[in-house]
Antibody, heavy 116, light 108 residues
Framework: QVQLQQWGAGLLKPSETLSLTCAVSGGSFSGHYWSWIRQPPGKGLEWIGE???????SYNPSLKSRLTISVDTSKNQFSLTLSSVTAADTAIYYC??????????WGQGTLVTVSS | EIVLTQSPGTLSLSPGERATLSCRAS???????LAWCQQKPGQAPRLLIYGASIRAAGIPERFSGSGSGTDFTLTISRLEPEDFAVYYCQQYGSSVRTFGQGTKVEIK
């Protein structure tokens, strides 16, 4: 089971761009699902997007116009950028992944707060 | 997009009791790619079940998953104190993944 370590800015102003990166260690990078998930304070989990085994990428339709997920296989990392953030994007952001399920391993989570 | 509806919203039980959680999908979940995770306050979620019925590594046998198609169930045979938490289902059979809204299992 791989380990995930994530990082990125935790405080943003409205209209700025959110950027997070997740580094994978302790196992193979290829052949896995790699996903981003968020959780607004006191609420449930929301799927943001995912890189599939095949290398293709799928996005949450409600975020697609502002969202980019990319992968750097040379560094065993994948990243998330979300543009034009608002207060509604305030949440704990998690990276997750695995071979058997997209939720097999989780990062520690990053609280991103959007406030002027 | 597949909508997952979990019931009940909250389950109030005592340690030692059996917990039965439901996850119903608005469309058939391809290949029964349905997972369950557990989340405790202040922690990242933890995978319990994938493929509808396969326990993840290190998960106790008291956790079991069942179901197929559109109706899935997570059963905790005898609740331990550490099992009181929020449980989510997620389908990963379609390219747009979705989560249920969660079921909170609380101490009665």
């Amino acid at each position: 089971q791989v380990q995930l370590q994530q990082w990125g800015a935790g405080l943003l102003k409205p209209s700025e761009t959110l950027s997070l990166t997740c580094a994978v260690s302790g196992g193979s990078f290829s052949g896995h699902y790699w996903s981003w998930i968020r959780q607004p304070p006191g609420k449930g989990l929301e799927w943001i997007g995912e890189i599939f085994h095949s290398g293709s990428i799928s996005y949450n339709p409600s975020l697609k116009s502002r969202l980019t997920i990319s992968v750097d296989t040379s560094k065993n990392q994948f990243s998330l950028t979300l543009s034009s953030v608002t207060a509604a994007d305030t949440a704990i952001y998690y990276c997750a992944g695995g071979v058997r399920s997209p939720m097999e391993s989780w990062g520690q989570g990053t609280l991103v707060t959007v406030s002027s | 997009e597949i909508v997952l509806t979990q019931s009940p919203g909250t389950l109030s039980l005592s340690p030692g009791e059996r917990a039965t959680l439901s996850c119903r999908a608005s469309q058939r979940v391809s290949s029964n790619y349905l997972a369950w995770c557990q989340q405790k306050p202040g922690q990242a979620p933890r995978l319990l079940i994938y493929g509808a019925s396969i326990r993840a590594a290190g998960i106790p046998e008291r956790f079991s998953g069942s179901g197929s198609g559109t109706d899935f169930t997570l059963t905790i045979s005898r609740l331990e104190p550490e099992d009181f938490a929020v449980y989510y289902c997620q389908q990963y059979g379609s390219s747009v993944r979705t989560f249920g809204q969660g079921t909170k299992v609380e101490i009665k």
